[in-house]
C-alpha cells in the first residue's frame, strides 16, 4: 500500500464549510417532488400555489431585512465612523505626551500600548511609526494623519469603497481628538450679538377701586379678570439669531475644499508656538561683569570703551524742512556721548519753484530772499476735442445739483436721460448771439410727467412683466442637518481643523444634532415622541438581526482520515491557527457593526454622560480587550466561563 499524499493547506482552505452542505427548504423540494411524480399523481394546483407562494414571502422578508439593514447603516453616519468609548478618549487624551517621551527616548514602546488600547491590530513597523511621530510635531492628530496615510498609502480625506476594524478606528479618533474644538468654532462662526431687549411700554392699569363721591354702591367698578389654572399651550423656546450667512456649494466645491492638505501646515505651526510657550526655560543664566571676572585695569578699559560704542548717536536738532538732506561723515564722542559730524547739507527739490527776491547783507555774510513759490507742475484744465457736444448739455449748476442728488445705488436719478436731455432748453452763446433760454420750454424742465407716461406706454407694449432682480435667500429652519452643516464645515476648512477634511463628515450624527438644535431648538416633546417611536421600531428591526460570526470546519473525508498519522501534526496545527485568527476577526468585525447601528437608535436622546458611554459598550465592545471569544474548536461543548457581551 503506497504513501497516500494529504491536501496541502491552501487546498483545505478552498473546501472550508460551515455545518455542512447547504439543505433546501421544506417548500422547494416537495415541489420538486410534486413535478418528478406527476406520471403516477396528478399535481395538486392549489398545494403547488401555497408553496410558491411561501417561496416569494421569503425572498420578500431576505429584501426587507436588507432594505432595513441599509437605512440602519445610512442613519449610523459616515461609513468610516465608530463612537468610541470612555477608555479609548482617555487613551486619545494622553497621546500627545506619549509622543513627547517615546521621541527623547526614541523607542514606540507607549505608542504601540496606545494603539493597542485603542483596538488596532495592525502590525506597523518602526521605521513607520517613528517617521509619522517625527514629522507630526507632538500633535496627535497630525500623528493618526500621518499613520493612516503611511499604512493605507491613502490620505484620510479620500473615502475608500471599504474599511476594515483598524481604518475604522482610526478614522474615528481624528474626531474625537478635535470634537470639543471643532464645536467651538461652530459656535463662534454662528454667534450674534444679542441686542438689548426692547422694554415694553407699562400697561395702564383700569381703576378698579370705586369712587366714594357716588355712593359706594353706585359707583361702576372694575374687575381684573384672572385665572387659576394655566392655557396648557406651552410657548416653543425663541431660538438666538444666526450671525451667519448660509452658503451652499456643489459636491465637487466640498471635494476640493476635503482634499486640501494646506491646514496639515497650519496645525503643525500652531503646536510649534504651543510648544514654545509650555517649554519656557526657568533658569537665569547670570553673567557676572568684566569688572569681578577680571582685575586687569586695561582689561576694564577696553570693557567701558565697547560699552560706549553701543551706546546710539541721537539726532540733536530736527530740520525745520522736510525737503533738506544731511550727510554724516563721522561721530565723534564728547563727554561720553556720541555726536554726528556733518560734510554736507542739501536741498532736495520740490513741488514749488522758489521766486528769487535778491540778497540782503548782514555783516559779512548774505542771505538770500525768497519772494514766494510757483506751483510746478501746473494744473491743466482739460479741455474738449472739437467734435464734442458737451455744449449742447445742461448747464453746470444744474449737473452739479443732479450729481449731489443722486441716490446711493448711482442709477436712475434722471429719470432714464442721464444727464442728455431730449430736448433743448438752454442754447449755449455763440459769435452771432448770446446765451438764451427757451422759455415757452421752461415749464417742462421737470420731466416727471414725461417718465411717467413713458413707463406706461412701455409697459402696455411689452408682453412681460418688468423683471425685478431678487436675492435668492435660504431658510436655515427649512435646510436639512446635514446640508447646514456641510455649509458650516465649508467655512471652517481654513482653520486647522481635522474634522471638515474628513469624507462626508457632515453625515456625523453628534455635530448634526449639535447643528439642529442650535438652528431650530429644543425638541417639542410631539416631535420626541414621534422620534422615540422611530427609536424603538430601529430597535425591533436590529434585534432580528443575527451578527453571530460561525466557524469554519474542516473538511476532512474519510478516506484522509483513515490515513492520518502522526506527521500530518503541522498541518493541522496550521489549519487551525488560520480558522480560528479568521473565525475572531470576523466576530470582531461583526460586533463593532452591530455596535455602529445600535448607536445610531440613541442620537436623540442625552448621552454624553460618562456613565452612558461605559454601560453601552460593556455590552458593545469595540476593542480586542472588551472581547471575550468562545473557542469554538473547544473539545468542551459547554464553557465553563460564559461571554462578557449580552447576547440581545
Same mark, same amino acid.
Given at each position: 500500500?503506497?504513501?497516500?499524499?494529504?491536501?496541502?493547506?491552501?487546498?483545505?482552505?478552498?473546501?472550508?464549510?460551515?455545518?455542512?452542505?447547504?439543505?433546501?427548504?421544506?417548500?422547494?423540494?416537495?415541489? =420538486?417532488?410534486?413535478?418528478?411524480?406527476?406520471?403516477?399523481?396528478?399535481?395538486?394546483?392549489?398545494?403547488?400555489?401555497?408553496?410558491?407562494?411561501?417561496?416569494?414571502?421569503?425572498?420578500?422578508?431576505?429584501?426587507?431585512?436588507?432594505?432595513?439593514?441599509?437605512?440602519?447603516?445610512?442613519? &449610523?453616519?459616515?461609513?468610516?465612523?465608530?463612537?468610541?468609548?470612555?477608555?479609548?478618549?482617555?487613551?486619545?487624551?494622553?497621546?500627545?505626551?506619549?509622543?513627547?517621551?517615546?521621541?527623547?527616548?526614541?523607542?514606540?514602546?507607549?505608542?504601540?500600548?496606545?494603539?493597542?488600547?485603542?483596538?488596532?491590530?495592525?502590525?506597523?513597523?518602526?521605521? %513607520?511609526?517613528?517617521?509619522? @511621530?517625527?514629522?507630526?510635531?507632538?500633535?496627535?492628530?497630525?500623528?493618526?494623519?500621518?499613520?493612516?496615510?503611511?499604512?493605507?498609502?491613502?490620505?484620510?480625506?479620500?473615502?475608500?469603497?471599504?474599511?476594515?476594524?483598524?481604518?475604522?478606528?482610526? @478614522?474615528?479618533?481624528?474626531?474625537?481628538?478635535?470634537?470639543?474644538?471643532?464645536?467651538?468654532?461652530?459656535?463662534?462662526?454662528?454667534?450674534?450679538?444679542?441686542?438689548?431687549?426692547?422694554?415694553?411700554?407699562?400697561?395702564?392699569?383700569?381703576?378698579?377701586?370705586?369712587?366714594?363721591?357716588?355712593?359706594?354702591?353706585?359707583?361702576?367698578?372694575?374687575?381684573?379678570?384672572?385665572?387659576?389654572?394655566?392655557?396648557?399651550?406651552?410657548?416653543?423656546?425663541?431660538?438666538?439669531?444666526?450671525?451667519?450667512?448660509?452658503?451652499?456649494?456643489?459636491?465637487?466645491?466640498?471635494?476640493?475644499?476635503?482634499?486640501?492638505?494646506?491646514?496639515?501646515?497650519?496645525?503643525?505651526?500652531?503646536?510649534?508656538?504651543?510648544? &514654545?510657550?509650555?517649554?519656557?526655560?526657568?533658569?537665569?543664566?547670570?553673567?557676572?561683569?568684566?569688572?569681578?571676572?577680571?582685575?586687569?585695569?586695561?582689561?576694564?578699559?577696553?570693557?567701558?570703551?565697547?560699552? @560706549? +560704542?553701543?551706546?546710539?548717536?541721537?539726532?540733536?536738532?530736527?530740520?525745520?524742512?522736510?525737503?533738506?538732506?544731511?550727510?554724516?561723515?563721522?561721530?565723534?564722542?564728547?563727554?561720553?556721548? #556720541?555726536?554726528?559730524?556733518?560734510?554736507?547739507?542739501?536741498?532736495? #527739490?520740490?513741488?514749488?519753484?522758489?521766486?528769487?527776491?535778491?540778497?540782503?547783507? =548782514?555783516?559779512?555774510?548774505?542771505?538770500?530772499?525768497?519772494?514766494?513759490?510757483?506751483?510746478?507742475?501746473? *494744473?491743466?484744465?482739460?479741455?474738449?476735442?472739437?467734435?464734442?457736444?458737451?455744449?449742447?448739455?445742461?448747464?453746470?449748476?444744474?449737473?452739479?445739483?443732479?450729481?449731489?442728488?443722486?441716490?446711493?445705488?448711482?442709477?436712475?436719478?434722471?429719470?432714464?436721460?442721464?444727464?442728455?436731455?431730449?430736448?433743448?432748453?438752454?442754447?449755449?452763446?455763440?459769435?452771432?448771439?448770446?446765451?438764451?433760454?427757451?422759455?415757452?420750454?421752461?415749464?417742462?424742465?421737470?420731466? %416727471?410727467?414725461?417718465?411717467?407716461?413713458?413707463?406706461?406706454?412701455?409697459?402696455?407694449?411689452?408682453?412681460?412683466?418688468?423683471?425685478?432682480?431678487?436675492?435668492?435667500?435660504?431658510?436655515?429652519?427649512?435646510?436639512?442637518?446635514?446640508?447646514? +452643516? &456641510?455649509?458650516? +464645515?465649508?467655512?471652517?476648512?481654513?482653520?486647522?481643523?481635522?474634522?471638515?477634511?474628513?469624507?462626508?463628515?457632515?453625515?456625523?450624527?453628534?455635530?448634526?444634532?449639535?447643528?439642529?438644535?442650535?438652528?431650530?431648538?429644543?425638541?417639542?416633546?410631539?416631535?420626541?415622541?414621534?422620534?422615540?417611536?422611530?427609536?424603538?421600531?430601529?430597535?425591533?428591526? +436590529?434585534?432580528?438581526?443575527?451578527?453571530? &460570526?460561525?466557524?469554519?470546519?474542516?473538511?476532512?473525508?474519510?478516506?484522509?482520515?483513515?490515513?492520518?498519522?502522526?506527521?500530518?501534526?503541522?498541518?493541522?496545527?496550521?489549519?487551525?491557527?488560520?480558522?480560528?485568527?479568521?473565525?475572531?476577526?470576523?466576530?470582531?468585525?461583526?460586533?463593532?457593526?452591530?455596535?455602529?447601528?445600535?448607536?445610531?437608535?440613541?442620537?436623540?436622546?442625552?448621552?454624553?454622560?460618562?456613565?452612558?458611554?461605559?454601560?453601552?459598550?460593556?455590552?458593545?465592545?469595540?476593542?480586542?480587550?472588551?472581547?471575550?471569544?468562545?473557542?469554538?474548536? *473547544? *473539545?468542551?461543548?459547554?464553557?465553563?466561563?460564559?461571554?462578557?457581551?449580552?447576547?440581545?
Amino acid at each position: 500500500m503506497g504513501k497516500y499524499k494529504m491536501p496541502t493547506v491552501q487546498q483545505f482552505l478552498q473546501k472550508k464549510t460551515i455545518y455542512g452542505p447547504k439543505k433546501d427548504p421544506v417548500w422547494v423540494y416537495l415541489e =420538486k417532488e410534486m413535478q418528478e411524480n406527476i406520471a403516477k399523481k396528478p399535481y395538486n394546483v392549489k398545494v403547488g400555489n401555497w408553496l410558491k407562494f411561501l417561496r416569494d414571502l421569503r425572498y420578500y422578508f431576505y429584501c426587507e431585512g436588507k432594505r432595513k439593514e441599509r437605512r440602519l447603516i445610512r442613519e &449610523a453616519g459616515p461609513a468610516w465612523y465608530c463612537e468610541l468609548s470612555s477608555e479609548q478618549r482617555e487613551v486619545l487624551s494622553h497621546l500627545k505626551a506619549n509622543i513627547h517621551q517615546d521621541l527623547l527616548e526614541d523607542l514606540p514602546i507607549r505608542i504601540r500600548k496606545s494603539l493597542s488600547d485603542l483596538g488596532l491590530t495592525l502590525k506597523i513597523p518602526k521605521p %513607520l511609526l517613528m517617521q509619522a @511621530m517625527n514629522d507630526c510635531v507632538n500633535d496627535p492628530g497630525v500623528f493618526i494623519w500621518n499613520l493612516y496615510s503611511a499604512y493605507y498609502k491613502k490620505p484620510p480625506s479620500e473615502l475608500r469603497p471599504k474599511y476594515d476594524i483598524n481604518a475604522m478606528i482610526l @478614522m474615528s479618533c481624528l474626531v474625537f481628538i478635535d470634537l470639543e474644538e471643532c464645536i467651538e468654532r461652530l459656535e463662534k462662526l454662528t454667534y450674534m450679538k444679542k441686542s438689548p431687549p426692547q422694554v415694553p411700554p407699562p400697561k395702564k392699569n383700569k381703576y378698579y377701586q370705586p369712587n366714594i363721591r357716588y355712593g359706594e354702591y353706585q359707583q361702576q367698578m372694575y374687575v381684573p379678570l384672572y385665572s387659576t389654572h394655566s392655557s396648557g399651550k406651552k410657548k416653543p423656546p425663541k431660538i438666538e439669531p444666526l450671525g451667519y450667512k448660509f452658503r451652499l456649494r456643489s459636491e465637487d466645491s466640498y471635494e476640493r475644499l476635503c482634499k486640501d492638505h494646506t491646514f496639515l501646515d497650519k496645525r503643525k505651526e500652531r503646536n510649534k508656538k504651543e510648544k &514654545a510657550s509650555e517649554r519656557i526655560c526657568h533658569y537665569k543664566f547670570w553673567e557676572p561683569p568684566s569688572t569681578l571676572r577680571n582685575t586687569d585695569p586695561k582689561m576694564v578699559a577696553y570693557v567701558n570703551k565697547l560699552k @560706549m +560704542l553701543k551706546n546710539k548717536a541721537k539726532q540733536k536738532f530736527k530740520t525745520p524742512y522736510k525737503n533738506v538732506q544731511y550727510q554724516v561723515g563721522g561721530v565723534s564722542f564728547t563727554g561720553g556721548r #556720541p555726536n554726528y559730524l556733518l560734510t554736507n547739507v542739501a536741498l532736495l #527739490p520740490t513741488g514749488y519753484i522758489p521766486i528769487n527776491g535778491g540778497y540782503i547783507a =548782514k555783516g559779512k555774510e548774505y542771505i538770500t530772499l525768497l519772494q514766494g513759490y510757483w506751483k510746478f507742475p501746473r *494744473s491743466v484744465r482739460k479741455k474738449c476735442d472739437e467734435q464734442c457736444d458737451c455744449v449742447t448739455k445742461w448747464e453746470e449748476t444744474v449737473m452739479d445739483y443732479l450729481k449731489e442728488t443722486k441716490c446711493k445705488c448711482g442709477h436712475l436719478y434722471d429719470l432714464y436721460h442721464e444727464g442728455k436731455a431730449k430736448e433743448k432748453y438752454f442754447y449755449p452763446a455763440t459769435r452771432h448771439g448770446k446765451f438764451w433760454v427757451d422759455k415757452a420750454k421752461i415749464f417742462q424742465m421737470y420731466p %416727471l410727467e414725461d417718465f411717467i407716461r413713458d413707463t406706461v406706454r412701455e409697459a402696455l407694449m411689452s408682453r412681460e412683466p418688468t423683471p425685478e432682480p431678487s436675492m435668492p435667500t435660504i431658510s436655515a429652519s427649512v435646510m436639512k442637518e446635514k446640508d447646514l +452643516l &456641510a455649509a458650516l +464645515l465649508a467655512d471652517l476648512s481654513d482653520t486647522p481643523l481635522l474634522i471638515p477634511h474628513l469624507p462626508q463628515a457632515n453625515l456625523l450624527n453628534n455635530l448634526q444634532e449639535w447643528v439642529r438644535y442650535r438652528v431650530k431648538g429644543k425638541i417639542l416633546p410631539k416631535k420626541h415622541k414621534q422620534l422615540i417611536l422611530q427609536s424603538q421600531r430601529r430597535w425591533l428591526d +436590529l434585534k432580528h438581526m443575527d451578527f453571530r &460570526a460561525r466557524a469554519y470546519r474542516i473538511p476532512f473525508t474519510l478516506k484522509q482520515l483513515e490515513h492520518f498519522n502522526w506527521s500530518h501534526r503541522h498541518l493541522v496545527q496550521t489549519l487551525f491557527e488560520i480558522l480560528l485568527n479568521d473565525f475572531v476577526t470576523r466576530n470582531r468585525m461583526d460586533q463593532l457593526q452591530q455596535t455602529r447601528l445600535w448607536w445610531s437608535t440613541m442620537k436623540y436622546d442625552p448621552y454624553p454622560s460618562k456613565a452612558f458611554l461605559d454601560i453601552y459598550f460593556t455590552y458593545m465592545p469595540g476593542r480586542m480587550k472588551d472581547t471575550f471569544l468562545i473557542n469554538p474548536y *473547544s *473539545s468542551e461543548l459547554t464553557p465553563k466561563h460564559g461571554g462578557k457581551t449580552c447576547p440581545l
